[in-house]
């Protein structure tokens, strides 16, 4: 039997939807075989997939499994194809209703007691599930509020394996997540950076300074070490306007896809301030690598790149 799960994979900054075909055969050889140009991670889901059904009450039948995710020529990477291949798995084996994955993507590790893991970079996968006009999207509980910053999409945080399973066949339905308005107002201590009123003296840099943040404008600062040059730059994003939603929005999706996320600040509402060191490589810098990755200039968008 042959069954279909929606998933998404992160390119550079943004989600693109991924199918996860799985096609059971109760008359082959025993194997399970991903396809469709999965890294080592991926690859391994196969014995996390099968301790979690196991572990979870459900039967994992020791039979033919082909996994194949499409669009086969997109490269697939991490963990988070964990959740769709454990219910592509199930829902071939006639052990979770084909109706209840329409429409949906769904997003997770898993352990290999079943738990439903965190994974990066959900902020992107959410908001491509949006624009692809999916109504509903299953991630790790502790994803949860990240997932819901994004509006008009219902977000089903999962605890476990099993509890996923309980709540396809309607016997203990999950409640979405409910939203909070979105705090946009700058916590105190502006996460360790300097304050402008503790700096005395250099009042002529202070006013450059002022100017630069008001205008967005580049500063060169230049002067003996001890001068003051580093500790006037950390105190810069305190002079910043603080960040519209959509700005904060654009700093989160980048520092999700980077996995920089405080589990309880699933917003960032402080304006970044990067302090790279001079021995830097070009892909720290720019980015890039042989799986994309935001680089300090990446992170710094929006706000200081010292």
Same mark, same amino acid.
């Given at each position: 039997?042959?069954?279909?799960?929606?998933?998404?994979?992160?390119?550079?900054?943004?989600?693109?939807?991924?199918?996860?075909?799985?096609?059971? &055969?109760?008359?082959?050889? +025993?194997?399970?075989?991903?396809?469709?140009?999965?890294?080592?991670?991926?690859?391994?889901?196969?014995?996390?997939?099968?301790?979690?059904?196991?572990?979870?009450?459900?039967?994992?039948? &020791?039979?033919?499994?082909?996994? &194949?995710?499409?669009?086969?020529?997109?490269?697939?990477?991490?963990? /988070?194809?964990?959740?769709?291949?454990?219910?592509?798995?199930? !829902?071939?084996?006639?052990?979770?209703?084909?109706?209840?994955?329409? &429409?949906?993507?769904?997003?997770?590790?898993?352990?290999?007691?079943?738990?439903?893991?965190?994974?990066?970079?959900?902020?992107?996968?959410?908001? =491509?599930?949006?624009?692809?006009? =999916?109504?509903?999207?299953?991630?790790?509980?502790?994803?949860?509020?990240?997932? /819901?910053?994004?509006?008009?999409?219902?977000?089903?945080?999962?605890?476990?394996?099993?509890?996923? $399973?309980?709540?396809?066949?309607?016997?203990? +339905?999950?409640?979405?997540?409910?939203?909070?308005?979105?705090?946009?107002?700058?916590?105190?201590?502006?996460?360790?950076?300097?304050?402008?009123?503790?700096?005395?003296?250099?009042?002529?840099?202070?006013?450059?300074?002022?100017?630069?943040?008001?205008?967005?404008?580049?500063?060169?600062?230049?002067?003996? +070490?001890?001068?003051?040059?580093?500790?006037? /730059?950390? !105190?810069?994003?305190?002079?910043?306007?603080?960040?519209?939603?959509?700005?904060?929005?654009?700093?989160?999706?980048?520092?999700?896809?980077?996995?920089?996320?405080?589990?309880?600040?699933?917003? $960032?509402?402080?304006?970044?301030?990067?302090?790279?060191?001079?021995?830097?490589?070009? /892909?720290?810098?720019?980015?890039?690598?042989?799986?994309?990755?935001?680089?300090?200039?990446?992170?710094?968008?929006?706000?200081?790149?010292?």
């Amino acid at each position: 039997m042959l069954a279909s799960v929606t998933s998404c994979a992160i390119v550079g900054l943004d989600g693109e939807l991924v199918q996860v075909e799985v096609d059971f &055969n109760p008359y082959g050889m +025993p194997a399970f075989t991903v396809v469709g140009l999965p890294d080592a991670a991926v690859q391994e889901s196969r014995e996390r997939v099968r301790a979690a059904i196991r572990n979870s009450g459900l039967q994992f039948p &020791n039979k033919r499994y082909t996994v &194949n995710l499409a669009p086969a020529d997109l490269r697939k990477e991490g963990p /988070a194809y964990d959740l769709p291949m454990a219910l592509g798995v199930l !829902a071939s084996t006639d052990q979770v209703p084909l109706d209840s994955l329409i &429409n949906a993507i769904f997003i997770g590790e898993l352990s290999l007691d079943g738990t439903v893991r965190h994974v990066s970079g959900i902020l992107p996968i959410v908001l =491509c599930a949006a624009q692809e006009g =999916c109504e509903r999207v299953y991630v790790p509980e502790e994803d949860a509020p990240q997932a /819901a910053l994004v509006p008009d999409i219902e977000i089903i945080p999962v605890r476990s394996l099993g509890q996923l $399973v309980e709540h396809l066949y309607d016997l203990q +339905p999950i409640r979405p997540y409910i939203r909070k308005a979105i705090d946009l107002t700058v916590p105190p201590g502006l996460d360790g950076l300097t304050d402008f009123a503790d700096i005395k003296g250099q009042e002529h840099v202070k006013r450059a300074l002022e100017v630069a943040a008001a205008g967005g404008h580049n500063v060169l600062m230049t002067g003996p +070490p001890g001068a003051g040059k580093t500790l006037l /730059a950390r !105190a810069l994003p305190g002079v910043l306007p603080t960040m519209s939603l959509d700005e904060a929005l654009e700093v989160t999706r980048i520092y999700s896809v980077a996995d920089l996320l405080p589990h309880d600040r699933p917003l $960032v509402r402080v304006r970044p301030y990067r302090a790279p060191h001079h021995t830097i490589s070009e /892909a720290g810098l720019v980015g890039g690598g042989s799986w994309p990755r935001p680089g300090e200039i990446s992170l710094s968008h929006r706000g200081i790149l010292f």
